[in-house]
């Protein structure tokens, strides 16, 4: 496909003016020294509007289509510590909607600090109704209950546009990550000859798998054969596969552009996953650290510290030697501050 058809394809869908855009991209040459690898960053936690993050090029295409609809109100549901749904309040503030969050109880045990801190207390500040939902990892029963909760919105005299989660429902915010894909593209043939105009590997946070797949599917539709590594951090590699392919389908229906697939396109990686989504091990503690005290770069513990840890084991196993390595920076650093009790034990 063509950059111009591509970019005529995206242009057909609404997209609200937001986001600090094109991010950086930047050389981490501590990090390269430390793991023998040429390792690049995509600062995608400098996105803009509230803490920046992956889910600002989500939501331009999302709440571009509900200024589109005349819409007064974004219901939306996510995970208590949830970077999208803070984003959302904050794209809500910016356009003069409001914002219903529907907080879902997807880690456990959890303390008071997770449970007030970091993207709780910003959506509070950012003005948004909380709403509690008790069922973890449903994501059908979440969706369901959010749209109960726009219908009962409806009936007071809003106009509400629900931001779903589940796979029912059509990929738009994915269409961000395509433009995602145009904007790498660009950035890699400007670059020093260090890159010499293209990376081997991309390593990225694979959840809902929007970010994921939208970068794969605009990589592939510009015909860029970079390795494109989605790092599980909400289900295992099985389950998340299956999960990339549908919502490839998805974009292709979406866009009405198919693309030619191999078999090595869809790549998970689920080492650096247990416990289990939000919840640390010590090698994703070992990489938040590391990506501090070396590159002065913030990771969370939900996606980008899991993403930078697996680039870590990769690396270290030899599976990533020689290669030139982009880590997708997906933000979320405002996260961090619900796990201070276990990142600074004793406020040390």
Sequence with gaps: MSLQSLQQALGKFAQAPAGHLPTPLEHCPNLSHALNLSIWVKRDDCTGLGFGGNKVRQLIFYVGEAL?????????????????VCTAAAFASKFNLQCHIQLEERVSPTSELYRRNGNVMLSKLLGATLHSFPKAENEAAADAAVYALAE??????HRPYVIPLGVNSPPLGALGYVQAAIELTTQLQQVDTNVDGQVDEILIASGSALTHTGLLYGLRALSQATSVRGVCVRRDATQQTRRVRQRLDDIEALLQQDITWQDNDINLYDSSLAPGYGQLNSDTEQAIRQAAQSEGLFLDPVYTGKTMAALMQLAKSGQLQGKRVLFWHTGGQSALHAYEDQLIPGGA
Excluded: E, M, W, Y
């Excluded at 589109?68 to 999208?84: C, E, R, W």
């Excluded at 009962?152 to 005299?157: H, N, P, S, T």
């Design 68 to 84: 589109a609809q005349n819409a007064d109100t974004l219901p939306i549901t996510g995970a208590v510590q949830s970077n999208f």
């Design 152 to 157: 009962q919105l409806r009936k007071d005299g």
